[in-house]
């Protein structure tokens, strides 16, 4: 299963539009993971023109995409348990906060730092942040993620758009 890695769209707010590349990859995904800031319920409605989206809800989100969306949730693709949440939190303890969290997962994708993230923790859990595809922050590049999830398992990429 091929999924799409998305936060911080924050979405419209001027010319802001999906990148090209970032679009090419929803084409191709089966499955669209967002961790929050949509901003509008139309950036919903418009990524679910290219798949199913699984979404939580951020801290800028408009109320009707708040009330539509809870604060957190698991997924499973493919047999892989991965949890959502907008705010990992401070980079110190993450991966341990983040465990107690969501005990059973497998990986956590968060987001609202615009910084993108893959990491592996010791005992196995991974935190991947896709960062943004619209609004860089303090990042290098626009970014978004993807991911192949197989047999219980889920692998991470960064993608530059």
């Keep these: 299963m ?3 890695v998305l936060a911080d769209t924050h ?3 001027g010319d802001r539009a999906l990148p090209m590349a970032c679009r ?5 995904a089966d499955l669209i993971l967002h961790a929050g800031d949509f901003f509008a319920l139309s950036v919903l409605r418009s990524l679910e023109l290219y798949a199913p989206v699984v979404g939580v809800r951020g801290n800028v989100d408009q109320p009707e995409v708040r009330a539509l969306l809870p604060e957190t949730r698991i997924v499973g693709a493919e047999g892989a348990r991965i949890a959502m949440v907008h705010d990992g939190g401070p980079a ?4 341990r906060r983040l465990r107690k969290r969501f005990p059973d997962a497998g990986a956590v994708v968060f987001g609202h730092s615009h910084q993108p993230l893959h990491e592996t923790a010791g005992d196995g859990l991974q935190l991947f942040n896709p960062g943004s595809p619209t609004e860089r922050s303090r990042a290098p590049q626009h970014t978004m993620g993807l991911a192949r999830a197989r047999d219980g398992a889920v692998e991470f990429e960064l993608l530059a758009v």
């Design 2 to 4: 091929l999924i799409a």
């Design 11 to 13: 979405m419209p707010k």
């Design 24 to 28: 090419r990859v929803l084409k191709r």
């Design 92 to 95: 110190k303890d993450r991966a």
